[in-house]
């Protein structure tokens, strides 16, 4: 326990220094309580008295019983990646024409999303999620509120989201969809009539850009049917930082390192709205053969 303390007292958990991210490697399975580095604080909140390395509870016991459970999931995987792409057999994988990603039918299947709204940064929108009627959809739902907070910095406010939970390998590594054996994201929703951007979220090995994305302008048709929207990968358009990428240098979509799937609304309309999912998945629709739906030029 002394060597512990010891070590994280000379981390630097506060500081750039990435040392801490090694010991959080290190000591991770041992500490009950792994939040061992301070969170994000907006200006003019007091900082946290207390050293954030004595809100960690070292339980050896607990420490044995994770790396059991990891080196498990571990076995596991290596199985499914001997047995071939997905944990299918090649055969399996190549003449795969569809495959449902989420669907929405108990409360578990709600716990692999989380939702977020400008109220993260002060704003008055309000978003809820919930089992549809029959428990048979998700139900997104709640009010949009463009006013802009006073707090001197935020400009523009206004937005309520929903993205799915990343997936987890053991140890906790990044685990990637692999979607390359399809050309299409196929959605059955019945919205209100208002605009959603659907966010494709990668993580890219060679950009420095947190904040890159996919997104594709989906339009709902209100009214009491259900529509199934077929988006092919070649209409979603890469945008960094909110801001589309000239097309001058198109960015085509690695449909290898997906990471995350989410809504987004924010038309600037205050007001309530809905959104209603039966089922996310995937299609390979042969008929469809481009690349790139966006116009390449160059400037003169």
């Not at 998945?281 to 790139?292: I, M, P």
Request: charged share 25%; with cysteine.
């Amino acid at each position: 326990m002394a060597l512990t303390v010891m070590l994280l007292n000379g981390a630097s958990f506060h500081g750039g220094c990435c040392r801490h991210k090694v010991l959080l490697s290190l000591l991770g399975p041992f500490l009950s309580n792994s939040k061992l580095y301070s969170s994000y604080r907006r200006p003019g909140a007091e900082p946290e008295k207390k050293p954030s390395w004595q809100n960690a509870d070292f339980s050896f016991k607990k420490g044995i019983g994770h790396l059991k459970t990891q080196l498990s999931l571990l076995k596991k995987e290596t199985q499914d990646y001997l047995l071939g792409p997905g944990g299918h057999p090649l055969s399996q994988h190549l003449m795969e024409q569809t495959r449902v990603l989420w669907q929405f039918r108990s409360q578990e299947d709600l716990n692999k999303w989380v939702i977020s709204s400008d109220e993260e940064i002060g704003g008055k929108s309000k978003v809820y999620l919930k089992l549809g009627r029959n428990n048979q959809a998700a139900l997104l739902y709640g009010t949009l509120n463009t006013e802009v907070p006073r707090d001197g910095e935020t400009k523009y406010s206004g937005y309520c989201s929903m993205r799915s939970r990343p997936a987890v390998g053991s140890f906790k590594r990044k685990k990637y969809y692999d979607w390359s054996n399809f050309n299409s994201l196929y959605l059955r929703v019945r919205g209100d009539g208002r605009p959603w951007m659907v966010n494709i979220y990668t993580d890219p090995y060679f950009s420095h850009q947190k904040d890159d994305l996919y997104s594709y302008f989906m339009f709902t048709r209100g009214g009491p049917y259900w529509e199934e929207i077929k988006i092919p990968f070649s209409k979603f358009f890469f945008s960094s930082r909110g801001r589309v990428q000239d097309n001058q240098h198109p960015v085509w979509l690695d449909k290898a390192s997906f990471l995350t799937l989410g809504f987004t609304i924010g038309d600037k309309v205050d007001g309530p709205f809905q959104l209603e999912i039966d089922f996310i998945g995937l299609l390979k629709d042969r008929a469809h053969r481009e690349e790139f739906a966006y116009e390449a030029y160059d400037k003169n």
